[in-house]
């Protein structure tokens, strides 16, 4: 599977992106997908992911209640919608997807598990 992540940017604080990931190369009937996020000198952390086959989702809940993860089945594409941004929402943010061997798998934050990575898309928010 391949995954191609758009939409970051500069954007002032208190202001919105939405981050597209669209995934080719594979069926994602039993895939999970979801976004990490490595800011400047820190580690790489969770921020959402979404299981393909029901629509489940599990967030970091630092971030719940700002960003949102959401997929479009037809576009093989999951958003994710960042509002109310602030100057610590700055980071790479990347796309990632995990293969299942069946379509009711435990959604995990753990980045280890998740083997295909798309290249990080950049926001950055002004303060």
């Known amino acids: 599977v391949q995954l191609q992540a758009s939409g970051g940017g500069l954007v002032q604080a208190g202001g919105s992106l939405r981050l597209s990931c669209a995934a080719s190369g594979g069926t994602l009937s039993k895939y999970h997908m979801g976004w990490f996020r490595q800011a400047p000198g820190k580690e790489r952390e969770f921020v959402s992911a979404i299981r393909w086959s029901d629509g489940d989702t599990v967030s970091s809940n630092s971030l719940k209640g700002r960003f949102t993860i959401s997929k479009d089945n037809a576009k093989d594409t999951i958003y994710l919608q960042m509002n109310s941004l602030q100057s610590e929402d700055t980071a790479l943010y990347y796309c990632?997807?995990?293969?299942?061997?069946?379509?009711?798998?435990?959604?995990?934050?753990?980045?280890?598990?998740?083997?295909?990575w798309g290249r990080g898309t950049l926001v950055t928010v002004s303060s």
């Open positions: 990632e997807a995990r293969s299942t061997r069946s379509f009711r798998v435990t959604l995990t934050r753990e980045a280890s598990v998740y083997q295909y």
